[in-house]
Protein backbone atom coordinates (compact mmCIF):
# COMPACT_ATOMS: atom_id res chain seq x y z
CA UNK A 1 0.00 0.00 0.00
CA UNK A 2 1.20 3.20 -0.91
CA UNK A 3 0.32 6.17 0.92
CA UNK A 4 0.59 10.05 0.21
CA UNK A 5 0.15 12.73 3.06
CA UNK A 6 -0.64 15.89 2.89
CA UNK A 7 -1.13 18.80 4.75
CA UNK A 8 0.30 19.77 7.99
CA UNK A 9 2.33 23.46 8.91
CA UNK A 10 2.84 25.84 11.41
CA UNK A 11 -0.44 27.13 13.48
CA UNK A 12 -0.95 29.04 16.44
CA UNK A 13 -2.46 27.42 19.71
CA UNK A 14 -6.05 27.04 19.60
CA UNK A 15 -5.51 26.98 15.85
CA UNK A 16 -7.06 23.89 13.36
CA UNK A 17 -5.41 22.07 10.60
CA UNK A 18 -6.67 19.34 8.22
CA UNK A 19 -4.23 16.09 7.15
CA UNK A 20 -5.45 14.25 3.59
CA UNK A 21 -4.05 10.90 2.89
CA UNK A 22 -4.58 9.00 0.01
CA UNK A 23 -4.10 5.52 -0.39
CA UNK A 24 -3.44 3.40 -3.50
CA UNK A 25 -4.71 0.24 -2.94
CA UNK A 26 -4.14 -2.26 -6.26
CA UNK A 27 -3.57 -5.85 -4.81
CA UNK A 28 -4.40 -4.86 -1.30
CA UNK A 29 -7.20 -4.86 0.75
CA UNK A 30 -7.69 -2.20 3.18
CA UNK A 31 -8.86 -2.86 7.04
CA UNK A 32 -8.33 0.50 8.37
CA UNK A 33 -6.30 4.05 7.87
CA UNK A 34 -5.27 6.13 10.57
CA UNK A 35 -2.81 8.48 11.87
CA UNK A 36 -0.05 8.26 14.50
CA UNK A 37 2.10 10.84 15.37
CA UNK A 38 5.78 11.20 16.78
CA UNK A 39 7.14 14.32 19.01
CA UNK A 40 10.83 14.67 19.55
CA UNK A 41 11.98 12.56 22.17
CA UNK A 42 8.43 10.41 22.41
CA UNK A 43 7.67 7.55 20.97
CA UNK A 44 5.59 7.01 17.89
CA UNK A 45 1.92 7.08 19.40
CA UNK A 46 -1.75 6.53 17.77
CA UNK A 47 -4.00 9.25 17.24
CA UNK A 48 -6.82 8.16 15.02
CA UNK A 49 -8.37 5.25 13.11
CA UNK A 50 -11.13 3.91 11.83
CA UNK A 51 -11.74 0.38 10.38
CA UNK A 52 -13.66 -0.27 7.40
CA UNK A 53 -16.66 -0.30 10.19
CA UNK A 54 -16.91 2.50 10.65
CA UNK A 55 -15.44 1.92 13.79
CA UNK A 56 -13.55 5.27 14.98
CA UNK A 57 -10.43 4.78 17.87
CA UNK A 58 -9.34 8.00 18.67
CA UNK A 59 -6.10 8.60 21.51
CA UNK A 60 -7.45 10.04 25.03
CA UNK A 61 -5.51 13.38 24.40
CA UNK A 62 -7.15 14.09 20.84
CA UNK A 63 -10.60 13.45 22.24
CA UNK A 64 -13.00 15.73 20.95
CA UNK A 65 -10.46 17.65 19.28
CA UNK A 66 -9.78 15.68 16.71
CA UNK A 67 -12.42 14.35 14.12
CA UNK A 68 -11.18 10.81 11.61
CA UNK A 69 -13.46 10.93 8.31
CA UNK A 70 -12.67 8.70 4.99
CA UNK A 71 -14.01 8.76 1.93
CA UNK A 72 -14.38 5.08 1.03
CA UNK A 73 -14.64 5.89 -2.69
CA UNK A 74 -11.50 7.51 -2.78
CA UNK A 75 -9.75 5.61 -0.22
CA UNK A 76 -8.81 8.79 1.30
CA UNK A 77 -8.40 9.09 5.21
CA UNK A 78 -8.44 12.69 6.98
CA UNK A 79 -7.73 13.96 10.06
CA UNK A 80 -9.28 17.45 11.21
CA UNK A 81 -7.58 18.53 14.10
CA UNK A 82 -9.17 21.32 16.13
CA UNK A 83 -8.01 23.66 19.28
CA UNK A 84 -4.67 22.59 18.55
CA UNK A 85 -2.31 22.83 21.52
CA UNK A 86 1.79 22.94 21.71
CA UNK A 87 2.13 19.53 22.92
CA UNK A 88 0.22 18.58 19.51
CA UNK A 89 3.41 19.09 17.80
CA UNK A 90 4.55 16.06 16.56
CA UNK A 91 5.33 14.04 12.59
CA UNK A 92 2.33 12.91 12.06
CA UNK A 93 2.24 9.62 9.94
CA UNK A 94 -0.60 8.18 7.79
CA UNK A 95 -0.98 4.13 8.03
CA UNK A 96 -2.76 1.26 6.68
CA UNK A 97 -3.49 -2.09 7.72
CA UNK A 98 -4.08 -4.59 5.17
CA UNK A 99 -3.94 -7.83 3.56
CA UNK A 100 -3.04 -8.79 -0.05
CA UNK A 101 -4.91 -10.27 -1.97
CA UNK A 102 -5.34 -13.93 -1.83
CA UNK A 103 -3.49 -13.77 1.91
CA UNK A 104 -4.89 -13.50 5.49
CA UNK A 105 -2.24 -11.48 7.26
CA UNK A 106 -2.69 -8.33 8.26
CA UNK A 107 0.46 -5.89 7.87
CA UNK A 108 0.99 -2.24 8.48
CA UNK A 109 2.11 0.33 6.36
CA UNK A 110 3.59 3.93 6.87
CA UNK A 111 3.17 6.92 4.74
CA UNK A 112 5.92 9.98 4.74
CA UNK A 113 4.91 11.99 7.86
CA UNK A 114 4.41 15.31 7.92
CA UNK A 115 5.63 18.02 10.63
CA UNK A 116 2.50 19.89 12.43
CA UNK A 117 4.01 22.23 14.26
CA UNK A 118 1.75 24.89 17.14
CA UNK A 119 2.91 27.33 18.21
CA UNK A 120 2.19 28.58 21.86
Known amino acids: VQLQASGGGLVQAGGSLRLSCAASRIGFTIKALGWYRQAPGKQRELVAD???????NYAESVEGRFFISRDYAENTVNLQMHNLKPEDTAVYYC???????????????WGQGTLVTVSS
Open 50 to 56: MDDAGSR
Open 95 to 109: TARATRWGRSNVSTY
